[in-house]
């Protein structure tokens, strides 16, 4: 089937927005459009944009970040919109869960143990929600042993599919798979759109939107092009995240952003189809069962 291009949505604040409707399923079906956008942070989003999602009947947003990023880049735009619920669930435990962690281990370091983020707070963003002023991000990014983006000092993942990002983002599901299950539960309520991001709408992003369709039947090819789709957006994205000082450092050398190649994607999902029950029985594992399954196809598919 014709590969689907990208619905861009335009935002003067923000990156790597797209529509995910129009992909082919495997039955012949489609997905539906106005029911699930993914996106690169939201932190900078102008009035004219909160107009748009408002257009786009934006409900729900699934906010993918680490506790550390949300308090590091205030509260946000989307948090102060009347008609929107926002979810924080991260795909890495909670600094105070790192700490616990760390502490177990006898102050291992995250680049050594694993350790999702540095155990440390990063100081509180004040009342306005704007992001932290560059002399509070420099305080902070001091006392922090890593880096806050996924492809910066989260440790070396166990060797499951052979491929570094996508082992890491096994790790999301091992370690966060309560947050998965509830980012598909939002995505599949009745009314509105669901927004999905992170910080760059690449990984975290990525790895939950892939999951949601492949388990209501989008074929694999389009679930590749959809995440590998994100390269043509990369140089907004690395932009974007420069506008903070929270994920500056994280960004200073562009080389050094993955890029979101087919093949990541595709072994995450292999890895996760090869366990007992594919990623039905993963899901319901954790607390996901067949009338959620039915509950996400009735939403996402024409």
């Known amino acids: 089937m014709a590969e689907t291009e990208p619905a861009w949505i335009e935002l003067e604040g923000g990156a790597n927005a797209r529509d995910i409707g129009g992909l082919p399923t495997i039955d012949g079906g489609r997905t539906r459009a106005g029911v699930l956008i993914r996106s690169a942070n939201l932190q900078h989003l102008t009035k004219a944009d909160l107009a748009r999602f408002a257009e786009l009947g934006v409900r729900r947003v699934v906010d993918l970040r680490t506790d550390v990023e949300v308090e590091a880049e205030g509260a946000g735009p989307m948090m102060r919109q009347p008609d929107v619920t926002v979810h924080h669930l991260s795909l890495f435990p909670d600094s105070s869960e790192v700490h616990d962690e760390v502490a177990a281990r006898g102050g291992e370091s995250a680049d050594d143990g694993g350790a999702s983020f540095p155990p440390e707070r990063a100081a509180s963003a004040d009342d306005s929600g704007a992001s932290l002023p560059p002399e509070r991000a420099a305080s902070a990014s001091k006392s922090n042993a890593s880096l806050l983006l996924p492809w910066h000092g989260r440790g ?3 060797v499951v ?42 990984d975290r992003t990525g790895v939950v ?69 594919g990623i039905s029985g993963w899901l319901s594992e954790h607390g996901w069962t067949s009338d959620d399954t039915d509950r996400l196809r009735a939403r996402l598919l024409v």
């Not at 983002?169 to 599949?188: F, H, K």
């Not at 009745?190 to 760059?200: K, L, M, S, Y």
């Not at 590749?224 to 200073?252: F, K």
């Open 156 to 158: 070396k993942p166990p």
């Open 161 to 202: 599919t052979g491929i570094a990002d996508a082992d890491l983002y096994l790790t999301y599901l091992d370690r966060r798979p309560d947050s998965v299950v509830a980012s598909l539960g939002a995505i599949a309520e009745p009314d509105g759109a669901t927004v999905v991001h992170c910080a760059a709408g690449k």
């Open 209 to 277: 939107v892939a999951i949601a369709l492949s388990l209501v039947g989008v074929e694999r090819s389009a679930i590749s092009a959809d995440y590998a789709a994100t390269e043509a957006q990369i140089s907004a994205i690395i932009a974007l995240l420069r506008r903070t000082a929270t994920y500056q450092r994280d960004v200073a050398d562009p080389a050094s952003v993955p890029p979101p190649r087919a093949e990541v994607i595709d072994a995450v999902l292999d890895a996760l189809t090869g366990r007992p029950g």
